[in-house]
């Protein structure tokens, strides 16, 4: 069988498509054509290695505010700015914060093998044991990574943006908005699951720094508010509406200095209280620094009876307080009694003129008691005093007894100021039979305030003022009913008292939050 031949035309139409082809791959070859492909291909192999990874720990709130660790262990730099954090909590509730909230050094980047502390703005963290954040989710570029809320850190959050950090400053949560005479929201929130108490003393501190005093204490970081306010707190009141005259009892304690960090303390008289998990809004108002608002709003408007020029001039503290006295008299306020708990039959001399001057005896043990009644937690007792020593191993303060005589079985929880042989001028607590004294200096002739606070099951004895915040807290069974002490000198000494108090004790131990609106 013989093969058919091409004809003439079409083999001179394959020549010449032949010659054009080979025509183009010699000019891409020669133009770079094929380069171009080869450099996108190794492009996309580059951009498909980059690698997003991350790892979340160490999540916790301290100070009210809500930290966390980021480690990049990925091979590209993480811009915190892009990215978002989704908290859930024991309830199955969310809470979603965009990167633009989070706060991290190196301007939010976090480069490649680096670990680094962030914290989130807008937001306030405090402890509930009911309601607790679970779990925090991290999402960054398609990534996501989950962390598990420790449960000895039950924490939850509240926006809060006024009292957050208003720079990049990595831990300050300081604000410096500008306030001016006026009429300030305030919000008191109750974080707990019960209410509190009705009456409910409320205390409102500003303060000019951070503070790390436990929970029992609500402040404001607020140094511009702080500065606005004048010396002894008198251009201050507060009220349940705007633009209205006081109609919130207030009552002035001072400018305290509270481990370095001054703050200006009112506490306020909440007549209905305040319900569980749930918070009401009240105004401060602040006037001209030379505004003497004691004088014109009396009794709405006072302060601690040594604050004022003739003592407890504006002192109102029995409006504010469950019970109140600050010894302004010549005599000692009815149900007051001296007792030698040691069996002595010394007796201590006793002045009242612009508060309450108690001396010892030769013998020790000796008190000043409230013997009209006794009483039972849940309880907050307070003493503002001073002790001067004319011994060695004495000491002065204040607390509670189950007895009116000394002896083993006798229950005290005591605050006191200790000066010994081997310990000087040192806080020291007694609880429950047992004596513990701190290392921290206290001086003498400088006021304190001498606290116990107890729910029952759960107490607190502290002292705090004059730059020092000190605190213990114990399980041991508190006395189920007991006397109050305002006075507890143990050797030969004298303590001077301005006023002492009982207030409602907080839900759970926990002082209801304080926020600027």
């Known amino acids: 069988m013989s093969m058919k031949s091409i004809s003439p035309i079409i083999a001179t139409i394959l020549i010449i498509v032949i010659t054009v082809a080979i025509a183009g791959i010699f000019y891409a070859f020669t133009s770079g054509t094929f380069g171009s492909l080869t450099q ?22 301290s100070n009210n505010i809500i930290y966390f660790n980021i480690y990049n262990n990925g091979n590209i730099p993480i811009n915190i700015n892009n990215s978002q954090i989704i908290f859930t ?92 005479s006026g009429y300030i929201p305030i919000t008191v929130y109750n974080t707990q699951s019960i209410p509190t108490p009705a009456p409910f003393q409320q205390d409102i ?28 707190g008198s251009n201050v009141y507060f009220s349940t509406s705007y633009n209205s005259n006081p ?42 620094t030379n505004a003497n608002y004691y004088s014109k709003y009396y009794p709405y408007v006072g302060e601690a009876p040594q604050l004022s020029s003739i003592y407890g001039q504006y002192d109102n ?16 306020p009815s149900g007051f009694t001296i007792s030698n708990f040691c069996g002595s039959s010394n007796t201590a001399t006793i002045t009242v003129n612009n508060g309450l001057t108690y001396s010892s005896g030769l013998d020790n043990c000796q ?56 310990v000087y001028n040192v806080w020291s607590y007694y609880i429950a039979g047992g004596v513990t004294y701190t290392n921290d200096q206290m001086a003498l002739n400088t006021f304190y305030v001498f606290g116990v606070a107890s729910s029952g099951s759960s107490s607190m004895v502290y002292a705090y003022g004059s730059g020092i915040f000190y605190y213990v807290t114990s399980t041991a069974s508190f006395p189920s009913s007991f006397y109050i002490l305002p006075v507890d000198i143990d050797g030969y ?18 002082m209801p939050l304080i926020y600027i609106s």
């Not at 809470?95 to 680096?114: D, H, K, L, T, V």
């Not at 009892?249 to 009112?266: I, M, R, S």
């Not at 029995?318 to 000692?332: E, K, P, S």
């Open 40 to 61: 996108s291909s190794s492009q996309q192999i580059q951009q498909q290695s980059k690698i997003t990874s991350f790892t979340i720990n160490n999540v916790y709130c």
């Open 89 to 180: 909590d024991n309830n199955g509730n969310t809470i979603s914060i965009n990167g633009n909230n989070i706060i991290c050094n190196n301007g939010n980047i976090i480069p490649i093998g680096s670990n680094i502390l962030c914290y989130i703005n807008l937001y306030s963290c405090y402890y509930n044991v009911t309601n607790y954040i679970k779990s925090m989710n991290f999402v960054y570029n398609g990534i996501s990574y989950n962390y598990d809320i420790l449960n000895n850190n039950n924490f939850n959050l509240l926006y809060a943006p006024n009292n957050s950090s208003s720079n990049s400053t990595l831990g300050s949560s300081t604000n410096t908005t500008s306030i001016s």
């Open 205 to 232: 501190a500003i303060c000019n720094g951070t503070l790390n005093i436990g929970i029992s204490f609500a402040y404001i970081n607020n140094a511009t508010l702080f500065n606005e306010i004048n010396s002894n």
């Open 247 to 288: 109609n919130i009892y207030l009552w002035y304690e001072g400018k305290e200095n509270l481990n370095g960090t001054y703050c200006d303390v009112w506490w306020i008289n909440l007549s209905n209280g305040i319900p569980a998990n749930s918070n009401i809004t009240i105004y401060m108002y602040i006037g001209p």
């Open 317 to 332: 503290g029995n409006y504010v307080f469950n019970y109140y006295w600050n010894f302004n008299g010549t005599t000692l």
């Open 367 to 422: 008190v000043l008691y409230y013997s009209t009644s006794t009483f039972s937690p849940p309880i907050v007792f307070e003493t503002y005093a001073e002790g001067t020593i004319v011994g060695v191993s004495n000491e002065v303060g204040a607390g509670i007894s189950s007895g009116t005589y000394f002896s083993s079985t006798t229950n005290f929880w005591l605050s006191e100021l200790n000066v010994g042989i081997n």
């Open 493 to 510: 000494a004298l303590q001077v008292v301005y006023w002492t108090r009982i207030r409602a004790y907080p839900p759970n131990g926990v």
